[in-house]
């Protein structure tokens, strides 16, 4: 049994995963962002007494080095060793996970990517990410970064229009998270047609045969299935499932899927892009994964 942890800006989210892998949910508190000391009494909270390890998914980046966190969204935790403090102050093991690792362990396991040797899990949300799944081992890489295929440049190369260059969250300019993601979109649709619009209005208006969504959303294709279709070369996976908000919409994974297809060295006659369902369950049950995962030998 293994005590797992859905953690995002806004709630903590609790369950029990056991062997079958269901998650039973425990509880749910809201994030204390600013504050580290009651961010980790949250957690201790939630977990409750006993000596089952947990496992977190978390929207961050742990350096499997040091397992200090890079998060954002929860400001008192960055720069902090998530794992090792809670092991000192709840003296259980601890593992902490990238949510989007999370999310391909949970994929590989009980998704899409069940009975797969190679999953590459994408998400397309708010913002981008992506982990390598290889018979049913997350690949970490040295630095924990494997699978982000957001953050390098992004490129127009069939559409050639000029792309809005600003800076993204990893601090780098013009990588690929920020244009891919939701608010990427809506940014390159004002920059090329003026227009301010949400992402469900841009996607709306594509798929009624709009000519300034249309041109949007050719670029959006070009620059996104051209970065995926990057790592399609390198990982050679088996499928991607996609998961994430903009993932919701199936015109527009399909049109991922078709553009990434024709793009990809390697003749697929069916597709290889699928949407799929992200939320705190695959969170929860890709923590506990983890935690499975790293005790073995």
């Known amino acids: 049994m293994v005590i797992a942890f859905d953690i995002g800006g806004s709630k903590i989210a609790a369950a029990r995963v056991g062997a079958d892998l269901a998650a039973v949910e425990i509880g749910r508190l809201p994030t204390p962002i600013h504050d580290y000391g009651a961010f980790c009494a949250a957690i201790g909270k939630l977990a409750g007494p006993g000596d089952e390890p947990i496992g977190i998914s978390i929207a961050g980046v742990v350096d499997p080095r040091d397992g200090r966190l890079t998060v954002a969204n929860i400001p008192c935790a960055d720069g902090r060793p998530l794992a090792a403090d809670l092991e000192a102050r709840l003296k259980r093991r601890v593992r902490v996970l990238n949510d989007a690792k999370a999310f391909a362990l949970a994929e590989a396991a009980v998704g899409l990517g069940k009975g797969h040797a190679a999953v590459f899990a994408a998400i397309i949300g708010t913002g981008i990410g992506g982990a390598f799944v290889l018979n049913g081992r997350l690949v970490m890489g040295s630095t924990g970064s494997a699978g982000e295929w957001g953050h390098g440049p992004a490129a127009a190369n069939r559409t050639g229009v000029s792309l809005p260059i600003v800076r993204c969250g990893c601090g780098r300019p013009g990588c690929v998270d920020t244009i891919g993601g939701a608010r990427g979109l809506e940014r390159l649709h004002k920059h090329l047609s003026g227009l301010e619009a949400d ?17 949007t959303l050719d670029a959006y294709l070009d620059v996104v299935s051209g970065a995926l279709a990057n790592a399609v070369n390198i990982l050679d996976p088996d499928i991607v499932p996609i998961g994430g908000g903009l993932a919701r919409n199936p015109a527009l994974i399909a049109a991922i899927d078709a553009e990434v297809r024709a793009r990809a060295l390697g003749m697929r006659g069916s597709a290889l892009c699928v949407p799929t369902e992200t939320g705190p369950e695959k969170g929860l049950v890709g923590a506990a994964l983890h935690v499975m995962e790293t005790a073995q030998p």
């Open 199 to 215: 992402s469900p209005a841009i996607l709306a208006a594509w798929q009624a045969g709009e000519p300034a969504a249309v041109r």
